[in-house]
Each structure stands twice: as C-alpha cells, then as structure tokens.
C-alpha cells in the first residue's frame, strides 16, 4: 500500500474511533441516569415522522448508498499498491518495446542474496510511488558478519540488479535484520 493510502486509512479509522468512542460513552451515561430519566428509544412524533414525510425513505436510501459508495471505494484503495509488476525497459519506441516482469527482477535479487554466508531469508520488491524503488529486506543469521553482508549486497547484488535493467540510479533500499530463527537453520 502506498503512504497516501496509508494516512487516510489512520485518518478515517481514528475519526470513526472517536465518534464510536463518544456515541458509547453518551449511551453508557444516559444509561445511568446521568441526563435524567431516559424517555422512550422514539417518542411518538419520531415514530410518526416517517409516515408523515415522503422524502424521509429516500433520504434515508441516498444516505446508504453514499455510505455504500465511499465503503467500495475505501476497498479498492486497499486493493491498490504501488509494487511493480512489469518494467518498461523501452528507451526509444521507435525500435520496438523492451518489458520485463518485476518478479523476474525480484526474484534473481532475493535468490542473490539468500545465496550469501549468513542470511538466513531475503525479500525483494519494486515499487512505485513516485519513481521507481527496489527494497531488499535480508534476515541476517546469528553468525553473520554484517559489515561483509552489507558490503556484498551494495557492491554484487545491487549492482547486477541495476545492470540487468540498464538504470545505474535506481535508487535502493537495503534493511538488515537480526535472525529470528535459530542459527542452524541458517547455514550456508
């Protein structure tokens, strides 16, 4: 998911929190007495009102279908992320198309790096957000020796990475982190 999607998803969520939040705690006060003696759930002229007012059903019916319509469009905007599946290698479309399928990309980095002496599991995705971004993620062993790791990965895998595309900058970010599985499992 992108950063964008990801702050609306906090800014929805904690405002509909709140309102749940505040709504349970006015019915839970009301409960107790703390507004008076609570009248009945619909006083008579609310329980007439609908009958008495034409356009109440369709407004109730337009205020659910909204609801319905920012609901779908919430769901796909979790659908939606900025990872790559194809990269257009295409540099003049005069002498044809040049695709390639991120996977393949993704793929030949992780298996790279998981060939290394002390990781133990690496992940590889490209994404887009506003350029094009390869992120490494690399599950380091007990044993491994990080500065060397480190040092592979920037120097070998990284480079062939930007070689197999033909992008001396694509920019990259490389996590490191510490095993959370035994050392023995690890072994290279």
Same mark, same amino acid.
């Given at each position: 998911m992108s950063r964008r999607v990801d702050t609306a998803n906090r800014t929805v969520l904690t405002l509909l929190g709140l309102l749940l939040l505040g709504g349970g705690g006015v019915g839970l006060a009301a409960g107790f007495g703390a507004f008076g003696d609570p009248p009945p759930v619909l006083p008579v002229s609310a329980r007439r009102f609908e009958d008495d007012q034409p356009w109440? &059903? &369709?407004?109730?019916a337009g205020a659910g279908l909204l609801i319905a319509l920012l609901a779908l469009r919430w769901l796909l905007a979790q659908l939606h992320t900025d990872r790559l599946s194809r990269l257009d290698l295409t540099r003049d479309d005069r002498e044809g198309r040049t695709v390639v399928h991120a996977g393949a990309l993704t793929d030949a980095v992780e298996e790279e790096a998981r060939a290394l002496r002390g990781v133990v599991s690496a992940s590889a995705?490209?994404?887009?957000?506003?350029?094009?971004?390869?992120?490494?993620?690399?599950?380091?062993?007990?044993?491994?020796?990080?500065?060397?790791?480190?040092?592979?990965?920037?120097d070998r895998v990284v480079a062939h990475a930007r070689q197999a595309i033909d992008d001396p900058d694509l920019p990259v970010d490389v996590e490191l982190r510490p095993g959370r599985r035994s050392a023995s499992r690890g072994l290279h």
């Amino acid at each position: 998911m992108s950063r964008r999607v990801d702050t609306a998803n906090r800014t929805v969520l904690t405002l509909l929190g709140l309102l749940l939040l505040g709504g349970g705690g006015v019915g839970l006060a009301a409960g107790f007495g703390a507004f008076g003696d609570p009248p009945p759930v619909l006083p008579v002229s609310a329980r007439r009102f609908e009958d008495d007012q034409p356009w109440f &059903w &369709w407004a109730v019916a337009g205020a659910g279908l909204l609801i319905a319509l920012l609901a779908l469009r919430w769901l796909l905007a979790q659908l939606h992320t900025d990872r790559l599946s194809r990269l257009d290698l295409t540099r003049d479309d005069r002498e044809g198309r040049t695709v390639v399928h991120a996977g393949a990309l993704t793929d030949a980095v992780e298996e790279e790096a998981r060939a290394l002496r002390g990781v133990v599991s690496a992940s590889a995705r490209l994404v887009e957000d506003r350029a094009r971004k390869l992120t490494v993620a690399v599950e380091l062993a007990d044993y491994a020796d990080v500065a060397e790791v480190r040092r592979v990965l920037e120097d070998r895998v990284v480079a062939h990475a930007r070689q197999a595309i033909d992008d001396p900058d694509l920019p990259v970010d490389v996590e490191l982190r510490p095993g959370r599985r035994s050392a023995s499992r690890g072994l290279h």
